[in-house]
């Protein structure tokens, strides 16, 4: 997983300082600076830890910033030509070929060429990072500027990958390319003061629409120190936590929409089986559907949206809620706490003596994992935990590390965190043959009908008939992997990113945000502007 180093509020303070060209003796600016299209000061996020890579992961979340893609997202989530001019698919989805822009160059004044394309792709694939590319048999140029990506199988959801992927100089690339990236994107990397800072500034040779700001710098700071940024005035926009927003001078907050959900994974088999990689697999009570959807039922998401997350939460039902492959039939009633406790009666769960349910001598009862030190994940585990009880059934919130969720989460039930602007992670969660593989399926669901829609979305050759797979596999009305079908995961809230943005800064139409706050708000950069 990825960890983001952070300084202690005492040195993040004093990069502010510096950065910003002001000192106070410590007093606070009671409201920020005018604003300028000279340079904005962000404070949105933490270091990727391999470098500014694409071919390693970086970018995958939002925009690559230094680099291009060969295709983005509108506001809406359409695909628009970003390097690309056009693209098209052959007969039998093996071959998907897009023609490039000529004009094209990287910021070290060398043309952008399929060659690079070709060179980044092929390197992302044996890279083996956070890029799904396992369907990729060989990228290759046939031109100068255009470039033909053979599969092995049709693979629909091979343009998402498009959008995420941003393209390296084969000339320039290295081993070390990420600490010091060149790029054709829409800014140039100047400066990377590790723990501290990073310094971009504008690429007066891009080929698209220029940004309106000339300069970026974005700080590495903890939650303290972004909160005292905010507070002094000295950062243009910072992102926050729901426990932490309130209102500060000078600033509005942001509530972007996301698809940065949190669920509850149900091991859906019985205790007794192991994995490949021998780790245990089953838990007895969850295995059980009566427990799992009475759970997904009885609980009331707007309660936990309202009180764990201060209100900047909408309830979940799925992992995609929202987006294009998003069947709105998964949505459900919930809080139907004297149903379900009807329902638990009726499966022979009966009320003991202490409140908990048991069943021929097996209590209703499980541990519930989540990361140690994630603040969001412990308020939801702990509301869960008591809307479970109402209904007779012992949940125990505990706080691990990620090497011990890593050991049991295909046995016990964790609150992960999902989310993604591609439907690979639809496949990865319910395909059975994704079953107990890394964070694949840690469910160990296996539903052959949905497995059919599954692939059949990925041998579609046209997006509307794959998105209509998608929807299928989600609930055809009479099985499907959502609430009303195998209900293996229990989705509660999709998380708001929120972020203090100055007054005289307009952040433009923002995408819906995927898993992984920061890096998603500035990937429409080039539309943002001053009020």
Known sequence: MKKERVVVIAAAFAVLIVVNGFAGGGRQQETPQVLTTDSLTLAIGGEPDEGYDPCKGWGNHGSPLFQSTLLEFDKDMNFTNDLATGYSVSPDGL?????????????????????????????????????????????RAVGPTQVVFELNTPFSAFVYTTVFLGIVPQHAYSANYGQKPIGSGPYIFVQWDKGQQLIVERNESYYGAKPLFKRLTLLFLDTDGIFAAVQSGSVDIAMT????????????????????????????????????????????????IVIRKALIYGIDRAAIARDALSGYATPAYTVCDGLPWWNPQTRIADNDVSGQ?????????????????????????????YPAGDSVRQAIALAFAQQARDLGIEVLPKGVSW?????????????????????????????????????????????????????????????????????????????????????????????????????????????????GEGYPVISNIKEWKLK
Not at 259 to 284: C, Q, W
Not at 352 to 363: E, P, Q, S, T, Y
């Open 95 to 139: 071959a998907w070929t897009f023609d490039i822009r000529s004009d094209a160059k990287f910021s070290d004044g060398q043309p952008v060429t399929a060659e690079d394309v070709a060179f980044t792709f092929n390197t992302a694939k044996e890279a083996a990072s956070r890029i799904d590319l396992t369907r990729l048999k060989l990228a």
């Open 341 to 369: 406790k009807a329902a638990l009666d009726a499966a022979d769960w009966k009320l003991a003596g202490d409140g908990i349910r048991v069943k021929n001598g097996l209590r209703a009862s499980f541990a519930l994992n």
């Open 403 to 515: 090497d011990d969720i890593g050991l049991e989460m295909y046995r016990t039930p964790i609150v992960f965190g999902f989310g993604s602007h591609s439907p690979v992670e639809t496949y990865n969660l319910y395909h059975s043959k994704t079953a107990t593989t890394a964070f694949n399926n840690v469910t160990n669901v296996h539903n052959p009908t949905v497995d059919r829609y599954l692939d059949a979305a990925f041998a579609s050759l046209d997006t509307e008939d794959a998105n209509a797979n998608w929807k299928k596999a989600a609930w055809d009305g009479t099985t499907g992997y959502s609430n009303q079908g195998d209900a293996t995961w229990c989705w509660i809230a999709n998380i708001e990113h929120l972020y203090y943005v100055r007054d005289d800064l307009d952040v433009g139409n923002q995408r819906i945000h995927p898993h």
């Open 241 to 288: 936590a729901p426990m932490l927003a309130r209102d500060i001078k000078g600033y509005s907050l942001l509530r972007a929409r996301s698809v940065d959900n949190r669920g509850i994974a149900f091991p859906s088999t019985k205790a007794g089986t192991y994995s490949a990689d021998n780790l245990p697999v089953g838990n007895d009570v969850t295995s059980d």
